[in-house]
Nanobody, 126 residues
């Protein structure tokens, strides 16, 4: 059974940091692009960041550029999202995702995502 399991969410004050992890199991994702998405209450799920299969290419939504960093460890079948300088507007459930490449992960319709994690909640207090 293929699974993506996120961890690392929690409650943090504005300006603080969190590191999210996404551990994959069931098959290797070393040849897949990986990404992070988030969904705030009452809003649609949105793209946050993506990383190519080899870790060379990374993409971010404008609102997190310079604050978030996506990385991966293919030896551990794990992808990370380091979140610094957190703001209350970053509050959301964060989802890990896998897709064929970073382009399909950035497709607004989200149809390029092949696997989703169950999500981890991040709450940033002001």
């Amino acid at each position: 059974q293929v699974q993506l399991v996120e961890s690392g969410g929690g409650l943090v004050q504005a300006g603080g940091s969190l590191r999210l992890s996404c551990a994959a199991s069931g098959r290797t994702f070393n040849n897949d692009a990986m990404g992070w998405f988030r969904q705030a209450p009452g809003k649609e799920r949105e793209f946050v960041a993506a990383i190519s299969w080899n870790g060379i290419l990374t993409y971010y939504t404008d609102s997190v550029k310079g604050r978030f960093t996506i990385s991966r460890d293919n030896g551990k079948n794990t992808v990370y999202l380091q979140m610094n300088s957190l703001k209350p507007e970053d509050t959301a459930v964060y989802y890990c995702a896998a897709g064929r490449n970073t382009l399909v992960l950035r497709t607004p319709s989200l149809t390029g995502v092949q696997y989703w994690g169950q999500g981890t909640r991040v709450t940033v207090s002001s």
